[in-house]
């Protein structure tokens, strides 16, 4: 069974740092692009990075931009999400996806989820 799993939330201040990882197993995801996403209590799941299979393409929105860096080492099949400057506005459950489409910011294009990790931001 593929499974996508996250790790490396938790509780911070703001303006403090987090490194999220996700390490899939089942298959390796090398071909891929990898994408994080986010969900707050109450709101749509959104948007938050991507990177393309070599690295040499990555795609941020707008909320995230010069905060948040996504990186991938397929040698160990993993996907990092290093969170900087973290706000309130931040909390959620972060999710690890992958997708064969290019570019994609829609969840319905990623064909494979992780189970989401907590991150909370205090003010």
């Known amino acids: 069974q593929v499974q996508l799993v996250e790790s490396g939330g938790g509780l911070v201040q703001a303006g403090g740092s987090l490194n999220l990882s996700c390490a899939p197993s089942?298959?390796?995801?090398?071909?891929?692009?990898m994408g994080w996403f986010r969900q707050a209590p109450g709101k749509e799941r959104e948007f938050v990075a991507a990177i393309n299979r070599n690295s040499v393409l990555t795609w941020y929105d707008d909320f995230v931009k010069g905060r948040f860096t996504i990186s991938r080492d397929n040698a160990k099949n993993t996907v990092y999400l290093q969170m900087n400057t973290l706000k309130p506005e931040d909390t959620a459950v972060y999710y690890c996806a992958a997708s064969r489409k290019t570019g994609s910011r829609l969840v319905y294009e990623y064909d494979y989820w992780g189970q989401g990790t907590q991150v909370t931001v205090s003010s």
């Open positions: 089942g298959r390796t995801f090398g071909s891929y692009v």
